[in-house]
Protein backbone atom coordinates (compact mmCIF):
# COMPACT_ATOMS: atom_id res chain seq x y z
CA UNK A 1 0.00 0.00 0.00
CA UNK A 2 1.33 3.34 -0.90
CA UNK A 3 0.09 6.99 -0.24
CA UNK A 4 0.97 8.97 -3.35
CA UNK A 5 0.03 12.77 -4.93
CA UNK A 6 -0.30 13.98 -7.11
CA UNK A 7 -2.54 11.31 -8.92
CA UNK A 8 -2.84 14.06 -11.74
CA UNK A 9 -0.65 16.75 -13.68
CA UNK A 10 -1.91 18.14 -16.70
CA UNK A 11 0.77 20.21 -18.52
CA UNK A 12 -0.58 23.22 -19.22
CA UNK A 13 0.14 22.75 -22.92
CA UNK A 14 -3.11 19.91 -23.28
CA UNK A 15 -4.88 22.53 -21.43
CA UNK A 16 -3.89 25.20 -23.71
CA UNK A 17 -4.70 23.41 -27.08
CA UNK A 18 -7.69 22.51 -25.37
CA UNK A 19 -9.13 25.71 -24.77
CA UNK A 20 -8.26 26.61 -28.42
CA UNK A 21 -10.05 23.61 -29.74
CA UNK A 22 -13.25 24.93 -27.85
CA UNK A 23 -13.02 28.08 -28.91
CA UNK A 24 -12.72 27.42 -32.92
CA UNK A 25 -15.24 25.01 -32.96
CA UNK A 26 -16.93 25.16 -35.80
CA UNK A 27 -20.83 24.97 -35.62
CA UNK A 28 -22.99 23.65 -37.53
CA UNK A 29 -26.37 25.45 -39.37
CA UNK A 30 -29.13 25.45 -36.49
CA UNK A 31 -32.09 22.90 -37.59
CA UNK A 32 -35.34 25.22 -38.18
CA UNK A 33 -36.45 23.57 -34.13
CA UNK A 34 -35.81 25.32 -30.72
CA UNK A 35 -34.54 24.12 -27.65
CA UNK A 36 -34.22 20.38 -27.48
CA UNK A 37 -36.75 19.51 -30.06
CA UNK A 38 -34.12 18.46 -32.82
CA UNK A 39 -31.32 17.49 -30.02
CA UNK A 40 -29.00 19.10 -27.67
CA UNK A 41 -30.05 22.75 -27.37
CA UNK A 42 -27.66 24.90 -29.63
CA UNK A 43 -27.39 27.75 -27.01
CA UNK A 44 -27.31 25.28 -24.30
CA UNK A 45 -23.98 23.61 -25.74
CA UNK A 46 -22.70 27.14 -26.90
CA UNK A 47 -22.60 27.87 -23.14
CA UNK A 48 -21.06 24.63 -22.01
CA UNK A 49 -18.03 24.94 -24.92
CA UNK A 50 -17.70 28.87 -24.42
CA UNK A 51 -17.51 27.82 -20.18
CA UNK A 52 -15.32 24.83 -20.88
CA UNK A 53 -12.69 27.40 -22.84
CA UNK A 54 -12.37 30.21 -20.69
CA UNK A 55 -14.68 30.02 -17.00
CA UNK A 56 -13.96 26.46 -16.08
CA UNK A 57 -10.83 26.16 -13.32
CA UNK A 58 -9.15 23.30 -14.06
CA UNK A 59 -6.25 23.68 -11.47
CA UNK A 60 -8.75 23.96 -8.49
CA UNK A 61 -10.54 21.08 -9.39
CA UNK A 62 -6.92 19.09 -10.09
CA UNK A 63 -5.68 20.72 -6.69
CA UNK A 64 -9.02 19.12 -5.24
CA UNK A 65 -8.38 15.57 -6.82
CA UNK A 66 -4.94 15.51 -5.75
CA UNK A 67 -5.62 16.37 -1.91
CA UNK A 68 -7.99 13.35 -1.73
CA UNK A 69 -6.43 10.50 0.81
CA UNK A 70 -5.30 8.22 -2.44
CA UNK A 71 -3.41 5.30 -2.00
CA UNK A 72 -2.06 2.91 -4.75
CA UNK A 73 -2.26 -1.21 -3.95
CA UNK A 74 -0.71 -3.89 -6.34
CA UNK A 75 -3.50 -6.64 -6.27
CA UNK A 76 -1.65 -9.92 -8.06
CA UNK A 77 -0.31 -7.58 -10.68
CA UNK A 78 -3.15 -5.02 -11.11
CA UNK A 79 -2.18 -1.74 -9.99
CA UNK A 80 -5.48 -0.15 -7.74
CA UNK A 81 -5.81 3.54 -6.95
CA UNK A 82 -8.58 3.68 -4.24
CA UNK A 83 -9.06 6.20 -1.62
CA UNK A 84 -8.90 5.72 2.53
CA UNK A 85 -11.14 7.66 4.49
CA UNK A 86 -10.73 6.11 8.73
CA UNK A 87 -13.67 5.99 10.53
CA UNK A 88 -13.92 8.97 13.37
CA UNK A 89 -13.82 5.64 15.62
CA UNK A 90 -11.59 2.84 16.55
CA UNK A 91 -12.83 -0.61 15.20
CA UNK A 92 -15.20 1.06 12.43
CA UNK A 93 -16.27 -1.23 9.89
CA UNK A 94 -14.74 -1.41 7.03
CA UNK A 95 -16.76 -0.57 3.21
CA UNK A 96 -16.38 -0.17 0.09
CA UNK A 97 -18.24 1.66 -2.63
CA UNK A 98 -17.94 0.90 -6.33
CA UNK A 99 -19.38 3.37 -8.95
CA UNK A 100 -21.31 2.62 -11.50
CA UNK A 101 -20.62 3.35 -15.32
CA UNK A 102 -19.94 6.03 -16.81
CA UNK A 103 -19.35 7.51 -13.29
CA UNK A 104 -16.14 6.95 -11.30
CA UNK A 105 -14.96 7.18 -7.35
CA UNK A 106 -15.24 10.71 -7.47
CA UNK A 107 -18.94 11.11 -7.57
CA UNK A 108 -18.71 8.80 -4.17
CA UNK A 109 -16.51 11.37 -2.36
CA UNK A 110 -19.27 12.96 -0.41
CA UNK A 111 -20.67 9.94 0.77
CA UNK A 112 -17.30 8.46 2.01
CA UNK A 113 -16.82 11.72 3.79
CA UNK A 114 -20.21 11.41 5.75
CA UNK A 115 -20.02 7.24 6.23
CA UNK A 116 -16.14 8.65 8.00
CA UNK A 117 -17.11 11.04 10.06
CA UNK A 118 -21.02 11.37 10.64
CA UNK A 119 -20.93 13.59 13.84
CA UNK A 120 -19.51 15.85 11.11
CA UNK A 121 -22.82 15.84 10.33
CA UNK A 122 -25.76 15.44 12.57
CA UNK A 123 -24.72 12.10 13.02
CA UNK A 124 -23.38 9.64 15.73
CA UNK A 125 -19.88 8.42 15.45
CA UNK A 126 -20.67 5.41 16.53
CA UNK A 127 -22.05 5.00 13.16
CA UNK A 128 -18.99 5.71 11.76
CA UNK A 129 -17.40 3.29 9.04
CA UNK A 130 -14.09 3.19 7.32
CA UNK A 131 -14.53 3.89 3.79
CA UNK A 132 -12.67 2.60 0.82
CA UNK A 133 -13.03 3.92 -2.59
CA UNK A 134 -11.31 2.04 -5.59
CA UNK A 135 -11.26 3.08 -9.07
CA UNK A 136 -12.65 0.88 -11.46
CA UNK A 137 -9.53 -1.27 -13.86
CA UNK A 138 -9.06 1.17 -16.45
CA UNK A 139 -10.87 4.50 -15.30
CA UNK A 140 -9.63 7.39 -13.85
CA UNK A 141 -6.22 6.40 -12.01
CA UNK A 142 -6.54 2.41 -12.08
CA UNK A 143 -4.71 1.10 -15.27
CA UNK A 144 -6.38 -1.04 -17.68
CA UNK A 145 -6.30 -4.73 -16.83
CA UNK A 146 -3.81 -6.38 -20.05
CA UNK A 147 -6.59 -9.18 -20.57
CA UNK A 148 -10.26 -9.27 -19.88
CA UNK A 149 -10.47 -13.29 -20.09
CA UNK A 150 -7.25 -14.27 -17.85
CA UNK A 151 -7.60 -11.52 -14.82
CA UNK A 152 -9.65 -12.10 -12.09
CA UNK A 153 -13.08 -10.08 -12.00
CA UNK A 154 -13.50 -6.72 -10.19
CA UNK A 155 -15.63 -8.22 -6.70
CA UNK A 156 -12.22 -10.35 -6.63
CA UNK A 157 -10.31 -7.91 -6.82
CA UNK A 158 -12.02 -5.73 -4.37
CA UNK A 159 -12.23 -8.65 -1.83
CA UNK A 160 -8.23 -9.10 -2.20
CA UNK A 161 -7.87 -5.51 -1.87
CA UNK A 162 -10.16 -5.30 0.98
CA UNK A 163 -9.44 -8.73 2.93
CA UNK A 164 -5.56 -9.46 1.60
CA UNK A 165 -3.83 -5.64 0.81
CA UNK A 166 -5.68 -4.20 3.56
CA UNK A 167 -6.10 -6.72 6.22
CA UNK A 168 -9.92 -6.23 6.82
CA UNK A 169 -11.46 -10.09 8.50
CA UNK A 170 -15.02 -8.77 7.48
CA UNK A 171 -16.26 -5.93 5.52
CA UNK A 172 -19.40 -4.19 3.91
CA UNK A 173 -19.76 -3.60 0.32
CA UNK A 174 -21.84 -1.12 -1.95
CA UNK A 175 -22.13 -1.09 -5.42
CA UNK A 176 -23.72 0.05 -8.59
CA UNK A 177 -24.66 -1.05 -11.64
CA UNK A 178 -21.34 -3.14 -12.76
CA UNK A 179 -20.13 -4.71 -9.54
CA UNK A 180 -23.54 -6.16 -7.75
CA UNK A 181 -24.27 -8.39 -11.02
CA UNK A 182 -21.64 -10.55 -9.73
CA UNK A 183 -22.19 -11.81 -6.12
CA UNK A 184 -19.24 -11.62 -3.70
CA UNK A 185 -19.09 -15.48 -3.06
CA UNK A 186 -17.44 -15.77 -6.74
CA UNK A 187 -14.93 -13.89 -5.24
CA UNK A 188 -14.33 -16.74 -2.70
CA UNK A 189 -14.15 -14.55 -0.16
CA UNK A 190 -13.16 -15.32 3.18
CA UNK A 191 -15.20 -14.71 5.53
CA UNK A 192 -17.91 -13.74 3.17
CA UNK A 193 -18.71 -9.73 3.04
CA UNK A 194 -21.94 -8.26 3.95
CA UNK A 195 -23.52 -7.09 0.19
CA UNK A 196 -25.51 -4.50 -0.48
CA UNK A 197 -26.58 -2.62 -3.63
CA UNK A 198 -28.86 0.22 -5.49
Do not use: C
Request: no cysteine.
Amino acid sequence: MTRYAPVIAVPEAELNELRSRLRNTRWPTPWPATGWEAGTDSGELRRLVAYWGSGYDWRAHEATINALPSHLADVDGTPVHYLRFDGEHPGALPIVLTNGWPSSFLELTTLARRLATPSRYGGDAADAFTVIVPSLPGFAFSPQRPSLTEQPQTQEIWHRLMHDELGFERYAAHGGDLVPASPPGSAKPTPRPWWASI
